[in-house]
C-alpha cells in the first residue's frame, strides 16, 4: 500500500535517508515496494497537493463518501523504517476490520537508541507544534466536493507526549494565521508517556486537548515495564497514565475514558513479536487482534462507548479489554 507521512527529520547529508534530528517539513508519498521513507518520496508542491493525493488515493473521484484519516505518532526509540512498519501494520489492520481509513504517519526525530530517551523528549517538544500546524489543521481547512474529511489522531508512548504540547503549543501560541475552530473526533493514546496526575480535572496540560478533541480513549496496562517509574531516565518520576490510567479520585474530563488492557495482556503468556521490534510488554498492543477490534469501534464511532463489545464496563468512563 502507498504511504503517506509527515516528516520531519533531517536528511543525512550525501545519502537518501532520514537521521535523527530535527529537519523542516517533507510531505512523503512513499510506494509500498519501499520498505523506508526516504528524502527523494518527498511530494513536490505545497501540501495542498499532498492532501489531494492523499484523498485521490483513498477514495476514487467515482466512490464520493465520506473520507476517515488517522494521524498515527510513533513513540521514543522509533527509526523511520520502523516507524513505517507500525504504521502500515495498523492501517492493514484497520482495513481488515471494515474501517475504510488512510492512516497517516507523523515521524519526528528520534535518536533510536533506548538509552537516549532525554535527547528524544527534547526532540518531541521540538516537533510537537509541526503535527497540529503542517497536518491536522491543513485537513480540517481541507474541503473537498461531496468527500468531508474526519480526522482522528493515534499516539504511542512518547507520541502522546508530542501530541499533548502539539495542542498545547498551538492554543498558546494563538497564531493569527491559524483558525482555533479547528477540532479532531478520536484520539487514541496507548502506552502513553505522559503523568497520569495531568488528566485530573481541570488539570491546565490538557485542557487544549480536550477543548479540540471529541473523545479521549486511553489503553493503558500494568505490565508495562517501559513506563516503570525506575526507566523514566530521571526526567519525570509521576505515575505514567500509559500503566495506571486516569487518576481515580479526581477524573478527567468526561470526554475521557479508561481501557485497561492489563488481563488482556497477561491472558497471552510468552508473547512475541511477528512484525515490529521493540519491547513487547510496551507494544504489545500492535499486535494483538482483540485491541485493533476494540480500536476500530472506537475510530469508527458508531457504537457508544458502553456497549462496545470488546470491553467490560466497570465504572463511570473505565473499561476493561475482554481477556
Not at 19 to 36: A, F, N, Q, T, W
Not at 121 to 137: C, H, M, N, P, T
Not at 235 to 256: C, E, H, L, Q, Y
Not at 277 to 285: E, I, L
Request: a neutral charge; glycine letters at 6%; one cysteine or more.
Amino acid at each position: 500500500m502507498t504511504s503517506f507521512i509527515l516528516c520531519i527529520r533531517e536528511r543525512v547529508a550525501g545519502v537518501d535517508r532520514f537521521g535523527g534530528r530535527m529537519g523542516s517539513i517533507s510531505y512523503l508519498k512513499v510506494p509500498d515496494s519501499d520498505k523506508e521513507p526516504q528524502p527523494s518520496h518527498k511530494i513536490s508542491g505545497s501540501v495542498s497537493q499532498w492532501l489531494k493525493e492523499i484523498v485521490s488515493h483513498a477514495n476514487p473521484p467515482a466512490e464520493k463518501k465520506w473520507l476517515d484519516v488517522v494521524f498515527f505518532v510513533h513513540g521514543y526509540n522509533t527509526d523511520a523504517k520502523e516507524a513505517l512498519v507500525r504504521q502500515r501494520l495498523v492501517e492493514a489492520e484497520l482495513l481488515k476490520r471494515n474501517f475504510p481509513c488512510m492512516v497517516i504517519g507523523f515521524d519526528w526525530p528520534t535518536a533510536g537508541n533506548a538509552a537516549m530517551y532525554s535527547y528524544d523528549r527534547f526532540e518531541a517538544q521540538s516537533a510537537a507544534s509541526y503535527l497540529v500546524k503542517g497536518g491536522i489543521i491543513p485537513f480540517a481547512r481541507f474541503t473537498l466536493k461531496d468527500c468531508p474529511v474526519n480526522v482522528h489522531l493515534m499516539a504511542h508512548s512518547m507520541g502522546a507526549f508530542v501530541v499533548r504540547e502539539a495542542f498545547r503549543s498551538v492554543d498558546k501560541g494563538r497564531d493569527a494565521n491559524l483558525a482555533n475552530d479547528w477540532r479532531i473526533g478520536q484520539l487514541v493514546l496507548f502506552a502513553a508517556d505522559i503523568s497520569s496526575n495531568c488528566f485530573s480535572l481541570g488539570n491546565p496540560d490538557m485542557l487544549p486537548v480536550f477543548r479540540h478533541c471529541g473523545r479521549l480513549t486511553n489503553y493503558y496496562s500494568g505490565h508495562d515495564e517501559a513506563l516503570a517509574a525506575s526507566n523514566v531516565k530521571n526526567i519525570d518520576f509521576s505515575s505514567r497514565v500509559g500503566r495506571v490510567g486516569m487518576p481515580i479520585r479526581t477524573p478527567a474530563n468526561d470526554k475521557a475514558l479508561d481501557v485497561n488492557c492489563g488481563p488482556r495482556y497477561a491472558a497471552i503468556p510468552e508473547r512475541k513479536f511477528r512484525t515490529i521490534d521493540g519491547m513487547v510488554s510496551h507494544s504489545w498492543y500492535l499486535e494483538d487482534e482483540l485491541w485493533y477490534d476494540d480500536l476500530a469501534y472506537t475510530l469508527m464511532g458508531q457504537l457508544d462507548r458502553n456497549v462496545i463489545p470488546t470491553r467490560t464496563f466497570v465504572g463511570e468512563n473505565d473499561f476493561v479489554l475482554n481477556s
